[in-house]
């Protein structure tokens, strides 16, 4: 027989993360043999065997049935619940940030809608949108598509041709060859 201490150890060592648990398959060591499945199948399951056991007249194996079931109904209960909270607090979350978008855009559009009338927020004085082409202190350089002029097509690379490969069967590794290799042996 276990002693209380190392079971209640070996418990608390346990990770208790509930994150998946709705889709997670157990392995449910019951009074019948194992049961697995998810919470849910787990669930059904159990209670399956519970009415068996009450049309067999077996109240004892019916309330242990219904016990196992109502510990993996609470696993799933938690889970959900957790699962909620955690959607819960995305949602706000992104409500927060929606907030500060629109805040956002309407800080922006205010900004664009004064910038014509003196442009208070910003920085820089204001520049005009267009430089019309008659001021003499402009400092532009003149382009050739602002003279009217077309830009001429620029010319296509030519090709280089390829070398042919040198002949490499006089070499003394080719085996045909030289007179001169042949005479020298």
Request: no cysteine; hydrophobic share 20%.
């Amino acid at each position: 027989m276990r002693s209380s201490k190392s079971r209640s150890r070996s418990k608390s060592n346990r990770n208790r993360s509930v994150g998946n648990i709705v889709n997670r398959v157990f392995d449910s060591s019951g009074p019948e043999g194992k049961v697995r499945g998810t919470p849910q199948q787990v669930i059904e399951k159990y209670n399956q065997l519970a009415r068996d056991a009450q049309l067999a007249n077996d109240r004892v194996a019916a309330e242990n049935f219904q016990q196992h079931a109502e510990h993996y109904q609470r696993m799933l209960n938690e889970a959900q619940r957790e699962m909620d909270q955690r959607r819960e607090e995305q949602e706000r979350q992104n409500r927060d940030r929606q907030v500060d978008r629109d805040r956002d855009r309407t800080q922006r559009q205010e900004r664009e809608s004064n910038g014509g009338q003196g442009g208070e927020d910003q920085g820089s004085p204001a520049q005009p949108d267009v430089i019309e082409n008659g001021e003499a202190d402009s400092n532009l350089v003149e382009t050739p598509e602002s003279a009217g002029e077309k830009p001429k097509p620029k010319p296509k690379p030519r090709q280089r041709s390829r070398k042919p490969k040198p002949d490499t069967s006089g070499d003394a590794t080719g085996g045909g060859g030289n007179d001169e290799t042949k005479a020298a042996e």
